[in-house]
Nanobody
């Protein structure tokens, strides 16, 4: 079974913090990422992580505020979100891939692409109140 399940979303006041979790099962993933989706817009890649060398990508909009980490079994990924802003409001998706490459943790100038992640969770909603 291949499964990704996000949790930890909710409503928080601007400036507050939330920690999202992504529980992965089925097989060990080489790459994991976080994307956020706003209605009517595409998915924005905000975090990418490659387990091979632990390289990590953060989108400019979240760098310095969001931090990714993992459990010892490397099948759970956490996204610590601090100093949340109303613009962070979105449906946050966890994504994973069994393939390992430099694009996961070090994408090109166009940012983290969703096409390199074949497995997706259903998402957890984060709402930041102004």
């Amino acid at each position: 079974q291949v499964q990704l399940v996000e949790s930890g979303g909710g409503s928080v006041q601007a400036g507050g913090s939330l920690t999202l979790s992504c529980e992965a099962s089925g097989f060990r993933y080489a790459c994991m990422g976080w994307f956020r989706e706003v209605p009517g817009e595409g998915r924005e890649g905000i975090v990418g992580f490659y387990f091979g060398d632990k390289s990590t990508y953060y989108h400019d909009s979240v760098r310095g505020r969001f931090t990714v980490s993992q459990d010892k079994d490397k099948k759970t990924m956490y996204l610590q979100m601090n100093s949340l802003k109303p613009e962070d409001t979105a449906l946050y998706h966890c994504a994973a891939s069994a393939y390992g490459n430099s694009l996961c943790g070090n994408p090109g100038p166009k940012g983290l692409s969703p096409v390199i992640f074949p497995y997706w969770g259903q998402g957890t909603q984060v709402t930041v109140l102004s």
